[in-house]
């Protein structure tokens, strides 16, 4: 017998792996069957996330009542002011969607808590770096412009100023990295998994997860709802684009902090936000606009930089039972 042979006699029995196709960040959970899983994980997401609002902000406003800083009759009006105290409360509240989020993929899919970072089971920090070398500067340039246009009058600078710029800058990135993980993370694989087909799957999704997102931000202007949605979007892209939150969490915290800063500054957040009926109008396409652009740029940036985009489908923590070995076998 050849030795070429007794090589193919050698390996003759050993089982052939059967290993599945890549897959983009949004259907890395499409190997896992059961749509009950995400339709439970979802729903415990969204009554977790009320659950840390509730107890977390409402510490954070009974502080700032006991202080003096908050009246009953502002909590009355529904324009709660963002002090110190407020302001920090909700941050933290959104930042722990983060291990929320990373929880519940772990109970109801089995996938280790990394890989809802990214398709390479890690937070890619490099990766971000090398895009906020675009992305910061053309938000920069977008919020300064804004301030050529129509020049506005700062605030005198005082401890208060200090602290609120302070909070801004430390914790508004988790505040945004929490909204991702919970929205382009979590809620946008669970739904993604209910579908084999990709681009069936990437659609639905992003409608669910986009629509959650705008949901949430409790908007009653029309053109507010319509940005909030397209920002879901253009974050559910950039994640597809990128294979990832990074580029999502860059792009949120970015816009987030750069508009919290000059707002603290010029002292706009003394009365609240305010997203009722006619704050809004058609100046909001120009920021859907951008999120859009910022979507595009990414995943350009991401192939010049051979950015790593998909990955095998992540596999069922339980393998399916294997099939009697008689079962098969021809009938006597």
């Known amino acids: 017998m050849s030795d070429s042979q007794n090589l193919l006699d050698t390996h003759a029995d050993v089982p052939t792996v059967a290993t599945s196709p890549p897959v983009t960040y949004d259907h890395a959970l499409s190997r896992i069957r059961g749509a009950w899983r995400g339709i439970v994980a979802i729903v415990l997401l969204v009554i977790g996330f009320l659950l840390l609002s509730i107890v977390i902000g409402g510490i954070g406003i009974g502080i700032e009542i006991a202080r003096g800083a908050i009246t009953f009759e502002q909590l009355d009006s529904g324009l709660v002011p963002f002090t110190p105290g407020v302001l920090l409360s909700t941050n933290i509240a959104l930042a722990l969607t983060i291990p929320l989020a990373m929880g519940l993929q772990r109970l109801f899919f089995g996938a280790r808590v990394g890989t809802l970072s990214s398709v390479t089971g890690r937070f890619r920090w490099k990766w971000m770096g090398r895009l906020a070398l675009i992305i910061i500067p053309v938000w920069v ?3 300064g ?10 605030v005198a600078i005082d401890g208060t100023v200090l602290v609120m710029i302070a909070i801004v800058i430390l914790t508004t990135p988790f505040q945004a990295a929490g909204e991702e993980f919970g929205a382009r993370g979590l809620i946008q694989r669970a739904s993604g998994s209910w579908f084999r087909n990709p681009i069936a799957a990437f659609v639905v999704s992003t409608l669910i997860a986009s629509s959650l997102f705008s949901l949430a931000h409790l908007a009653g202007d029309p053109w507010l709802i319509a ?9 559910s892209l950039a994640a ?12 949120h915290a970015t816009n987030n902090v750069l508009i919290f ?18 704050t809004g109008g058609p100046f909001m396409l120009i920021p859907m606009a951008l999120c ?6 990414s995943t ?7 950015v790593q985009v ?5 596999e069922p923590r339980i393998p399916a039972p294997m099939a009697h070995p008689q079962a098969n076998s021809p009938q006597a």
């Open 261 to 278: 800063l000059p707002a603290v500054l010029l002292g706009q957040l003394d009365q609240g936000i305010d997203r009722s009926a006619g």
């Open 145 to 154: 412009s804004s301030f050529l246009i129509e020049p506005a009058e700062f």
């Open 300 to 306: 350009l940036w991401a192939r010049r930089n051979r």
């Open 141 to 143: 340039i977008y919020i």
């Open 310 to 314: 998909t990955a095998p489908a992540i």
């Open 240 to 251: 597809r684009g990128t294979g990832g939150l990074e580029a999502p969490i860059l792009i």
């Open 227 to 235: 940005y909030y949605f397209i920002f879901g979007v253009s974050m």
């Open 292 to 297: 859009l652009a910022a979507a595009g740029i």
